[in-house]
């Protein structure tokens, strides 16, 4: 009743434009027709797709699981568009999340913090990050962590700080230095931090960064 | 504070002025970069000003319910899901070194509701150098500070009170002192030093404040308020002081403010509200939706013709901006000396739209210049109720007064004998008349049961109100006060409610300074259903006697309570 409360005036014209009924056939889940969701993704119409609301949600949890790579990245780049939560949408993309396709890979490591605030989430990428083997791929999962987890709250970002300072030990350069720039962006700061400075000099730096992280903690 | 700089990246910025856009003051030749006491004086928004968002279901609007100073603070109030918050957003010349200081205050009504309150620099509101310098935030019912890039519990927010805060910003050092009073307590309850600004950035400029609801997750559902807005080079903005006497301003200081700008010429009166023109949150969303809202400010503030209103706008809707319209070129019309006219079009709007309140008392003010007194009390008679609680009222009624002349006929009606009207029918109404409770109905009745004389029996109740307050306008308190116990004692030999006189023997006796006289007449004028007003006035007595208990248990009789969720 409330999802149908909620059907804007132009989700219910392009319902009647396209000639579906809610109800009318099976395969027309919640009155969204996957097809003409498959359109609208497809043309990058991206305010269309918000229009119908969250139920398109599923439908296009469902779109994504049965597409080609190509269709499936288009479809992250959509629930990263959309930027709502959606267990259905997280379950999806969280199988892709390790795929050496560049275009689908990329796309999902960047939609993940926009559909979900779950620890694992945050966890995958920290992961990415660090140890996949691909320099472009550790790159972007640094972005999607600085700049798209955008449901985790305060106590939700612990987990997010404390990953990426774990990482500024890490014996790979461009690992450190992403993982700075990272914490750079989620807190506007780097506390001196230099990535490429000795072993001893990044310790020091590292510390003074766990004594942040144990502050922040204290005031939760 | 991700949302905020999206917000301005695009450069949608929805420039409108909040009602009449009357803030007082801005950028000055002393050290004040900043100062919006949201009273007096009209003020553009601009981007050397400030500019209000409240482009979803949020809105950002002058209040004058719940104000720390003055007459009116700034109502932010968010609503949930609907994808987007409100904003009241102010600049002012960028500083990039030296010291800052900052003086606002603030009430919410939610306190789980979150709200986020911002100084920012050109970076806007992210984390980063130049960006937020200062965050203020509120996080499970607590204020919290973002500093060193974290937040921090402040303390315990109370709903429906008034905090003020005080901070000196160290631009050099990126750091700041912060100093946070709370209502009714003269101790500070925040008081630190040296604190990391937000994001713990050294010579980070700042050129911005922001206010706003919640961010990102668009869960807030918050109403508060802001006032008093002052950001300068001078320190002694952070000593302003709080709840000391002349800071707060009561009922009176609104009289006597009136008394002083208004001279005996009736001259409209202004607005304080929307709900003044009719327009309430559903003609507000619909008025948005049109894509009319700034049209509408354009009308309030006297830049746009009533030609202008669309065609092809909804009948409601039309009516509403034409009536605010007609309201412009009346309350032009009679500033000019013009009543005829202004009587005119007052009428016209009122018709337009009969629920705007405004409309009908400009319209009885323009029939006092007209002299046409008959009509100014048969249309008081009618618009009483709406208006008899409402601060402008006292003012209004003295400047009639003013004109009407000849008032002390009331006092030698006073000298003659209590007038004995023959039946219980015609005694019980004019009992009901001189109680105050004057309805339009009420009219009726008295017309029907006085056909020749009840023009008379409405003058004689106006007169006597009006007589009073221009007694009272002229300086004449003790003679307002003697009046007033002559009224009172009237009324009771006539066996007449005369609360409504107790009242106004408390207002003279405020105005003389014996608060413990003007207690006790308020409190004998309470009566079994205390209007507003005078719950008003009794916490503003309290206050002057310096019982800040009693002074906010009567003012929560008013705006409410809520305990924590």
């Known amino acids: ?220 | 504070m991700e949302g905020m700089a999206r917000r301005i990246q695009i450069q949608s910025i929805a420039l409108f002025c909040v009602l009449t856009a009357a803030a007082s003051g801005q950028t000055g030749t002393s050290n004040v970069l900043v100062s919006y006491g949201f009273d007096d004086a009209q003020l553009a928004t601009g981007p050397d000003t400030f500019a209000v968002f409240a482009r979803s279901r949020g809105t950002v609007r002058l209040n004058a319910g719940n104000r720390l100073s003055g007459y009116r603070s700034v109502e932010i109030r968010d609503v949930a899901a609907d994808g987007d918050f409100p904003e009241l957003q102010g600049y002012f010349a960028p500083r990039s070194r030296g010291k800052l200081f900052l003086h606002f205050a603030f009430m919410t009504a939610t306190p789980f509701e979150e709200f986020n309150i911002a100084l920012a620099g050109p970076q806007w509101f992210s984390l980063r150098k130049d960006g937020i310098g200062f965050w203020l935030k509120t996080r499970e019912g607590h204020l919290c500070q973002v500093s060193d890039s974290m937040p921090k519990k402040l303390l315990l927010l109370e709903p429906f009170v008034w905090y003020v805060v005080n901070s000196s910003y160290d631009i050099d050092q990126g750091s700041y002192d912060l100093i946070i009073h709370k209502e009714g307590i003269e101790k500070p309850v925040v008081s630190l030093a040296r604190q990391a600004n937000a994001s713990n950035q050294p010579g980070s400029a700042v050129d911005k404040f922001s206010f706003i609801g919640d961010t990102n997750e668009h869960k807030s559902n918050v109403a508060y308020y802001v006032d008093d807005v002052i950001v300068g080079i001078d320190e002694s903005i952070v000593h302003l002081p709080f709840v000391a006497p002349g800071r707060k301003k009561l009922f009176i200081d609104y009289w006597s403010e009136a008394q002083r700008a208004r001279r005996s010429r009736p001259e409209p009166i202004d607005p304080v509200g929307l709900s003044d023109f009719g327009i309430r949150q559903k003609e507000m969303e619909a008025l948005k939706a049109a894509a009319l809202w700034e049209l509408l400010l354009r009308f309030i503030n006297g830049q746009a013709i009533s030609s202008e209103v669309p065609q092809e706008a909804s009948i409601e809707t039309r009516q509403l901006l034409q009536a605010v319209a007609l309201w412009g070129e009346g309350t032009k019309a009679l500033r000019d000396q013009k009543p005829e006219q202004a009587l005119k079009r007052f009428d016209e709007a009122a018709a337009l739209v009969p629920s705007a309140k405004i409309y009908s008392m400009n319209a009885v003010l323009s029939l006092a210049a007209l002299q046409q007194w008959d009509l100014v009390d048969e249309r008081l008679s009618r618009i009483y109720e709406d208006w008899h609680d409402d601060l402008r009222f006292p003012p209004a009624m003295a400047t009639i007064g003013l004109a009407r002349q000849r008032l002390d006929e009331v006092e030698q009606r006073l000298r003659g004998p209590a007038e004995q009207v023959p039946d219980e029918i015609g005694q019980d109404l004019l009992r009901r008349l001189h109680g105050g409770a004057m309805t339009p109905e009420l009219l009726q009745e008295l017309k029907r049961r006085f056909p020749d004389n009840w023009g008379d029996y409405l003058r004689d109740v106006f007169v006597a109100e009006q007589y009073f307050l221009v007694l009272l306008w002229k300086g004449q308190a003790a003679d307002a006060e003697r009046f007033a116990q002559r009224m009172t004692d009237r009324y009771e030999a006539l066996g007449i409610p005369s609360a409504r006189w107790h009242e106004r023997m408390g207002d003279a006796a405020f105005v003389l300074g014996n608060f413990s006289m003007a207690l006790e007449k308020y409190e004998k004028g309470l009566g079994h259903e205390p209007n507003p007003g005078l719950l008003v006035k009794l916490s503003d007595v309290y206050f002057r006697l310096g019982d800040m208990e009693n002074e906010r248990l009567y003012r929560e009789k008013i705006y409410g309570t809520i305990g924590p969720e």
Not at chain 1, 195 to 200: I, L, R, V
């Open chain 1, 1 to 220: 009743m409330v999802a149908q409360l909620r059907i804007s005036r132009s989700r219910f014209l392009l319902l009647v434009v396209m000639g579906f009924v809610v109800g009318s056939a099976p395969e027309i889940a919640l009155g969204i027709d996957s097809k003409a969701v498959q359109a609208i993704v497809a043309g990058g119409k991206f305010a269309e797709l918000k229009s119908l609301g969250r139920e398109v949600l599923p439908v296009m949890a469902r779109l994504y699981e049965s597409s080609d790579t190509a269709q499936r990245a288009r479809v992250a780049e959509a629930f990263y568009s959309l930027g709502w939560k959606s267990a259905e949408a997280k379950r999806v993309l969280m199988k892709d999340v390790h795929t050496p396709n560049s275009q689908l890979r990329l796309q999902v490591q960047w939609a993940l913090g926009r559909v979900s605030s779950d620890a694992d989430v945050v966890e995958v990428l920290l992961n990415n990050m660090q140890h996949d083997g691909n320099p472009l791929f550790r790159d972007k999962a640094a972005c999607a962590l600085a700049s798209d987890q955008i449901h985790l709250t305060e106590q939700q970002k612990v987990a997010l700080f404390s990953g990426l300072i774990q990482a500024l030990g890490d014996s790979k350069s461009d690992v450190r230095r992403i993982a700075m720039l990272a914490l750079q962006i989620q807190t506007g700061q780097t506390k001196g931090f230099n990535p490429d400075a000795s072993p001893a000099e990044r310790d020091v730096k590292v510390r003074e960064w766990k004594v942040w992280l144990e502050e922040y903690k204290s005031n939760l």
